[in-house]
């Protein structure tokens, strides 16, 4: 029911429903706890600066898949499309990236699921961890839940009118504001690390475009959709951030590993801890039951075919990680969002699509200038990351060597004359 009601829609309304509901990122329940570092309308502000960037880049990729022959004829993943616009060794790194990106995903669900179903229900973490662990390898025994891209959306769309129910509970109840102590670089850092991983977009819109294009081939449909969908995503972050922060103050969010659930429900009752346990199941839950699979794909392309083991307990090894620096106080939900912005969705989602629709030569949104101004954004904000933005080693190692990266792809790219040939 929920395929045909998805396959009525007009193309663009269909775009922007499965943009939004596969894409609605996990890192929303962390952004209002990294914001208390510098306060609620500075965050706004970075959001809001960061949606514009990401609206543009949605749009390039996007266009870029609309002037593929070859994907419109055979389809594809975003490895695929990457390597034919980029050249095989180019596409080698952020292939490598995504994959990182991705096991990142399932660290950060992990954590904030265990932590959070902990605070709002009372229960061990450790048991909810370890119930998170035994479902997960169930389902990846069975080769996860396979569910439809319509269906997924229709998940992710369902998520809206929880996290709207609890926005309104938190703005009633008020009692929140303040700003904190003292503003710092690497407070600026918290959060631009983890608004960026707001951003995640490359790999669904790739899905997307395989189901819309056959219908609409001009490809317009794809690219506004796609910019609308990153604008919307954008207004949801903004307004969820504004509505946590009416009841919880700086304080109330320092230190805190878990989502910012568990403040919310401890400040405004037990409205918030119904609404909040659904949420984190859908959102949190489906998320690294999706985001695992994922893991367990990629390692099974990288693997001869009678290891089917491996696959399995790639991403179940993560999740033993995650559980051993939960044990050891030394990672958070937030945290690892805010690291994962820094050392993937840079180049993935920033650089990435605007050199791809450069390759493409899409009309509108592949200039050479537009392109290049996406990289130089890009190696700006690494360099910033990796020095005023950073009193955190790892976030600090983390922009070096996303740095690092975007110079070998570029560099690659140029080689395999990316840049210069003219697609048909």
Request: glycine share 12%; proline share 4%.
């Amino acid at each position: 029911m929920l395929v045909r009601a998805f396959e009525r829609l007009a193309p663009l309304p269909r775009v922007v429903a499965l943009f939004v509901g596969l894409v609605l990122p996990q890192a929303l329940l962390g952004l209002p706890i990294a914001a208390a570092a510098i306060g609620t309308l500075p965050a706004v502000g970075i959001v809001v600066g960061v949606g514009v960037v990401m609206t543009l880049a949605s749009a390039a990729e996007a266009a870029a898949l609309a002037r593929d022959e070859e994907f419109r004829r055979r389809g594809g993943f975003f490895g695929m499309v990457v390597e034919r616009w980029l050249g095989r060794r180019a596409a080698a790194i952020p292939d490598a990236l995504a994959g990182l990106r991705t096991s990142m995903s399932v660290l950060a669900s992990y954590v904030g699921l265990s932590v959070t179903l902990a605070a709002l229900t009372g229960a061990p973490r450790v048991l909810w961890g370890a119930v998170a662990f035994a479902a997960v390898a169930v389902l990846l025994a069975r080769g996860g839940l396979r569910i439809p891209s319509a269906l997924g959306a229709s998940l992710g769309l369902a998520c809206l009118p929880l996290l709207v129910a609890i926005a309104a509970i938190a703005v009633v109840h008020g009692g929140g504001g303040g700003a904190p102590e003292r503003v710092t670089g690497a407070g600026v850092g918290d959060v631009l690390g983890l608004v960026v991983m707001l951003y995640i977009a490359n790999v669904y819109v790739v899905g997307i475009a395989r189901e819309v294009l056959p219908k609409a081939p001009d490809g317009r449909a794809l690219v506004r959709g796609s910019a609308i969908g990153t604008v919307l995503v954008t207004a949801i972050a903004a307004g969820w951030l504004l509505a946590c922060s009416a009841a919880l103050s700086p304080e109330a969010l320092r230190g805190e590993v878990g989502t910012v659930l568990g403040p919310l429900a401890d400040e405004t009752g037990a409205a918030t801890v119904v609404l909040g346990t659904a949420l984190t199941l859908m959102l949190l839950g489906l998320g690294m039951e999706r985001t695992s699979v994922a893991v367990m794909n990629l390692v099974a392309e990288r693997l001869p075919g009678e290891r089917r083991l491996v696959p399995v307990l790639a991403p179940l090894a993560v999740c033993v990680v995650g559980e051993a620096l939960l044990a050891a106080d030394a990672v958070t939900f937030s945290a690892i969002f805010g690291v994962a912005g820094v050392a993937t969705n840079v180049l993935l989602a920033i650089a990435l699509p605007l050199l791809l629709a450069h390759a493409a030569r899409a009309r509108g949104i592949g200039s050479r200038a537009v392109a290049w101004s996406g990289v130089a954004l890009s190696v700006v904000l690494l360099v910033a990351f990796a020095t005023v933005l950073s009193d955190d080693p790892l976030r600090t190692v983390a922009a070096v060597v996303a740095l690092a990266a975007l110079a070998a792809t570029i560099a690659l790219a140029r080689r395999a004359g990316a840049f210069a040939r003219r697609a048909s």
